[in-house]
């Protein structure tokens, strides 16, 4: 997930299972519709507020979930994330 606190981005990763079905559950999730249109706006909003304006983000998630692996994910992890890194 994207954060952005007060302006200061970061990343946060749940990892909850190695088994590849979550990622279908993820990518399941993405593609479900606005249950209204309240979530629809909201969404959108955020876009605005952060100033991206990707409003295909979740399209364009499920393209790099579908093509991600587990050793690029590792990969990243020790390049960016493990601390020590600059």
Do not use: C
């Amino acid at each position: 997930m994207q954060r952005n606190d007060s302006g200061i981005r970061g990343v946060q990763f749940i990892i909850q299972s190695t088994v590849k079905s979550n990622v279908n559950a993820l990518i399941e999730m993405k593609l479900e519709k606005h249950g209204n249109l309240r979530k629809e706006s909201v969404y959108f909003w955020r876009e605005i507020q952060d100033g991206t304006l990707k409003f295909d983000r979740k399209d364009h998630e499920v393209v790099a979930l579908k093509q991600l692996s587990k050793a690029e994910m590792i990969q990243f992890f020790y390049e960016h994330i493990k601390a020590g890194v600059p």
